[in-house]
């Protein structure tokens, strides 16, 4: 209410509103047009892309769906199941596109000190949020929405790549490392600052390991953008449908560099 210069006196719109609001830009596809719009606004207040671009994603919860073996399997293959087509208020309240990836995450130490040689495998349901900030100002210049299995790296062929930023490093982790993706940042200039992955049954080597430490430095500041997004803004998709799941987290962008945005203000204004 104090971002938008309300009152407690005065007339906030209802929940139902909001969402009514927001569907209508979802069916005009405006989300795109919206983050542009403002992009230019903080090219125009001076915040232009410097210093490279630190890439990264995130996945994204959303309501757990309770399908049916056969129902599972009809999906894989991305066929509607007769009973859902049977019934269309059942299929509007079905998620077709959000998966169930498996989020690996180090295994906790043991009562006994010890720590289990085998990460953990959790199964997680929903969309995943794609991001390139710029170094300088940390701002999101470039974004995209996925299905939770999607590649973190082969959305970089895909346009996540700002072209507008003054320098042309790139930080990422090894999820980006690829031969793929290391021709296309070279064949567009672009210098790979990506994590160096370990040798299959070998250990790291020493050169390697301080290399990646020294980019985890820069790369590690686009972690604080997710926790800005979830823990303040409480992201979480409740919509049905990939499309919906874009204006969605394009919106809560569009938030993250007004909220970016004051703040950088607000620092300039007290040097």
């Given at each position: ?52 671009q630190i890439l990264d ?11 049916t073996n056969a129902e ?200």
């Open positions: 209410m104090r971002f938008l210069g309300l009152e407690l006196s005065d007339r906030v719109p209802d929940a139902k509103t909001v969402w009514l609001f927001r569907e209508r830009l979802t069916q005009a596809g405006a989300i795109d047009g919206l983050f542009n719009r403002f992009d230019a606004t903080l090219r125009n207040a001076g915040y232009l892309p410097m210093a490279g994603a995130t996945l994204v919860a959303a309501p757990k769906q309770r399908n599972k399997a009809d999906l894989r293959v991305e066929r509607i199941p007769q009973d859902w087509r049977d019934k269309p208020a059942k299929l509007s309240l079905k998620d077709r596109h959000a998966c169930w990836p498996l989020k690996f995450t180090k295994a906790k130490r043991q009562d006994d000190g010890t720590i289990p040689s085998t990460d953990l495998a959790i199964p997680f349901f929903g969309y995943k949020s794609h991001i390139s900030i710029d170094r300088k100002f940390r701002l999101i210049r470039k974004w995209k929405t996925t299905d939770a299995a999607a590649s973190d790296g082969a959305r970089v062929r895909e346009g996540l790549l700002d072209r507008s930023n003054t320098a042309s490093d790139v930080w990422a982790d090894t999820a980006y490392r690829s031969k793929a993706n290391e021709d296309f940042m070279e064949k567009h200039g672009f210098v790979s600052r990506v994590h160096r992955k370990k040798p299959h049954l070998k250990s790291m080597p020493c050169h390697i390991q301080r290399s990646n430490t020294g980019k985890s430095v820069i790369r590690s500041r686009v972690e604080h953008v997710f926790a800005d997004q979830k823990s303040q803004m409480g992201l979480f998709i409740r919509t049905v449908g990939i499309t919906r799941a874009t204006m969605k987290i394009g919106l809560a962008n569009i938030v993250y560099n007004m909220r970016r945005f004051i703040f950088l203000e607000r620092i300039s204004a007290t040097a």
